[in-house]
Nanobody, 114 residues
């Protein structure tokens, strides 16, 4: 059973940057499109970035041009570089396949506030 462990969140001022990481314990990580999901306070969880097994990427309009998703299939790691952060980026960030295929991890909290 695949376990996903997210890390790298924190409190950052508007305009700042964070890099999130996701470690997959096992499984067929390299054969799946992977994504970063965000759950803002009081809102549904949404997909904000995805990356295919060949490295093609897609982003939600709200993060396009500011976030960059990447992956390392050998290390079974997924990353999200977040720049020019805005208060509306606040939320808990999760990684999973797209479509969702694994149990959710604990997520990592990102808070953008001055």
């Amino acid at each position: 059973q695949v376990q996903l462990v997210e890390s790298g969140g924190g409190l950052v001022q508007p305009g700042g940057s964070l890099r999130l990481s996701c470690a997959a314990s096992a499984g067929i990580f390299s054969l799946r499109t992977m994504g970063w999901y965000r759950q803002a306070p009081g809102k549904e969880r949404e997909l904000v970035a995805r990356i295919t097994i060949t490295g093609s990427t897609n982003y939600a309009d709200s993060v396009k041009g500011r976030f960059a998703i990447s992956r390392d299939n050998v290390k079974k790691m997924l990353y999200l570089q977040m720049n020019s952060l805005k208060p509306e980026d606040t939320g808990v960030y999760y990684c999973n396949a797209d479509p969702v295929a694994y149990s959710w991890g604990q997520g990592t909290q990102v808070t953008v506030s001055s």
